[in-house]
């Protein structure tokens, strides 16, 4: 059972380039998460989604993207990539419907240059 | 509406004592509520959860914490602290019933002194 697999783990960006991180869990659950961890500080949330085809912004959706066509994808999408997104990204699915618990995904650390 | 306040960014402790970190939470649904661990440069790991069963919940590593309703407060508690106790601690709160994301608080580094 993989769970929720993120990749990249790790990027190197220069400023102005996009990308983006993609999210997959295998556990059907109908709540994903994405969010952003700055040294030394706690979890902010950019995005989430309750949902396929339904998305809605969290604490710091400036400079993000994200879509869910299908329940196991959420891919978070960079766009003009700046100093200030360098950051670790978790990406997360929530156990909504039995316990309300987080699965996490190993993080990807993000630097923009 | 849901929120969830940890009440120390910091706690120090010797090893050998007692370990508690403070957490107050506010929902308008039954709440579950949840400690995450999270040791340096790592991913978050579960430490322990409550979803409405038993309010004295253990977790792994001698971690447990006790649901009280009537303090909206959530604390989690350790006997003994270990040096390898010394991470980030993430209460969250979660609303099943509800339509809302669940929310993370803002953390507690746990340092232990030999």
């Known amino acids: 059972n993989a769970g929720v697999t993120q990749t990249p783990k790790f990027r190197i960006l220069k400023i102005g380039q996009s990308m983006t991180l993609q999210c997959t869990q295998d556990?059907?659950?109908?709540?994903m998460y994405w969010y952003r961890q700055d040294p030394g500080m706690g979890l902010k949330l950019i995005y989430y989604?309750?949902?396929?085809?339904?998305?809605d912004k969290g604490e710091v959706p400036n400079g993000y993207n994200v879509s869910r066509s299908t329940t196991e994808d959420f891919p978070l999408r960079l766009e003009l990539a700046a100093p200030s997104q360098t950051s670790v990204y978790f990406c997360?699915?929530?156990?909504?419907?039995?316990?309300?618990?987080?699965?996490f995904g190993e993080g990807s650390r993000l630097t923009v240059l | 509406a849901q929120s969830v306040t940890q009440l120390d960014s910091h706690v120090s402790v010797s090893e050998g004592t007692p370990v508690l970190l403070r957490c107050n939470y506010s929902?308008?649904?039954?709440?579950?509520l949840f400690w995450y661990v999270q040791h340096p440069n790592k991913g978050l790991q579960l430490l322990l959860k409550?979803?409405?069963?038993?309010?004295l919940v253990k977790g792994i590593n001698g971690f447990e914490a006790e649901f009280k309703k009537s303090e909206t407060s959530f604390h989690l508690t350790k006997p003994s602290a270990h040096m390898s106790d010394a991470a980030e601690y993430f209460c969250?709160?979660?609303?099943?019933?509800?339509?809302?994301?669940?929310?993370f608080g803002k953390g507690t580094r746990l340092s232990v002194i030999a």
């Open positions: 997360a699915s929530e156990n909504r419907v039995n316990t309300g618990e987080l699965f």
């Open positions: 556990m059907n659950h109908n709540y």
């Open positions: 989604s309750v949902g396929a085809g339904i998305t």
């Open positions: 929902s308008s649904y039954s709440p579950s």
């Open positions: 409550y979803t409405s069963a038993a309010t």
């Open positions: 969250v709160v979660s609303s099943p019933s509800g339509n809302t994301p669940l929310v």
